[in-house]
């Protein structure tokens, strides 16, 4: 199965939460944290580039104390500029969020603390923003520690940027009665901007804003199967949907197969197009990026040994 390194041929002994970006010309950047495993203080944020051909070896991109580091997040910025968000902290009550920028998607600049003194661990958790058509970014954010406006202590919400990332305001999503929810993961369409959830009731849910992000619907059904683990989309240059997801409705259930759908009208409707990982074992925390062109490239947790990675135009 293909991957930007090898199993076992990395400085770090498990790797999860990846995330990736198309680039000019053809480039990818890719993000993760890797360490011992999942929570020990060894914990970093690792990179790798990719040049049209192959990937670079992973590169160590951010340690800032003894601390474990999860989710990063890269995001280009309509002006080009690359950002990357990521957090810290010894467990997700104790995430802090931090983030660099990159003028030429090459070396970043020092991380610095993403608006500080928030009681939250603000903006994008594992999925990217994206931008409306009136230039509004839209962070996809959720919180698993606080209780939100409708008293869970996992809701999702919208972090809102009319200035171009320097300030921010947040948008409650409610969800139904018992449920609990994280992880949004964001698209635009002409109806306005839209999203997927991760939840506890085996089954994703959606919320739809009217008002550019502003406000957002309630969250209801799709119909989807969902095991409480992170989906992705992304849009194609004809306005078709893509999906990355496990289809399985246990909750907490297996994180295999993951599995490419694609949507001709807006989400509503899913089918399959091919299963990019299955198999015993964990193919989770998907990511897409979509080139100008049209070439989508995608990256997964490979069993905790690897990042998958996968090219392919649907």
């Not at 893509?242 to 289809?247: D, K, M, Q, R, S």
Request: proline share 9%; hydrophobic share 40%.
């Amino acid at each position: 199965m293909p991957s930007i390194f090898p199993p076992g041929g990395s400085a770090f002994a498990q790797c999860h939460a990846s995330t990736i970006i198309a680039l000019p010309g053809g480039r990818l950047a890719a993000a993760w944290f890797g360490g011992t495993a999942e929570k020990d203080p060894d914990t970093a944020i690792w990179g790798a580039r990719f040049d049209g051909t192959a990937w670079s070896a992973p590169r160590c991109w951010f340690k800032l104390g003894e601390q474990a580091h999860w989710n990063p997040v890269l995001f280009a910025a309509p002006d080009g500029r690359l950002h990357l968000w990521f957090k810290v902290g010894a467990d997700v009550p104790l995430w802090r969020s931090w983030r660099s920028t990159s003028v030429d998607g090459g070396a970043w600049a020092p991380a610095e603390p993403f608006i500080p003194g928030d009681a939250l661990a603000r903006g994008p958790v594992r999925c990217q923003p994206v931008v409306t058509a009136s230039g509004a970014w839209l962070a996809p954010a959720s919180e698993e520690r606080l209780p939100g406006p409708h008293g869970s202590g996992w809701w999702p919400y919208i972090d809102r940027s009319e200035d171009g990332g320097r300030t921010w305001a947040i948008a409650p999503i409610s969800l139904p009665a018992g449920a609990a929810a994280i992880q949004p993961a964001l698209w635009t369409s002409a109806t306005g901007a839209h999203c997927l959830l991760r939840t506890n009731r085996g089954e994703i849910l959606r919320s739809d804003s009217t008002d550019d992000g502003r406000t957002w619907c309630p969250a209801y059904g799709t119909g989807l199967p969902n095991n409480n683990a992170g989906v992705a989309v992304a849009t194609l240059p004809d306005g078709r949907l893509l999906l990355l997801w496990n289809p399985v409705a246990t909750d907490w259930g297996p994180r295999t197969p993951l599995r490419l759908s694609l949507s001709e009208d807006d989400g509503r409707t899913w089918r399959t197009l091919q299963d990019l990982a299955d198999g015993e074992g964990e193919f989770s925390y998907p990511a897409l990026a979509v080139a100008a062109d049209g070439l989508v490239s995608a990256t997964w947790t490979d069993r905790r040994r690897t990042i998958g990675f996968w090219q392919g135009r649907p």
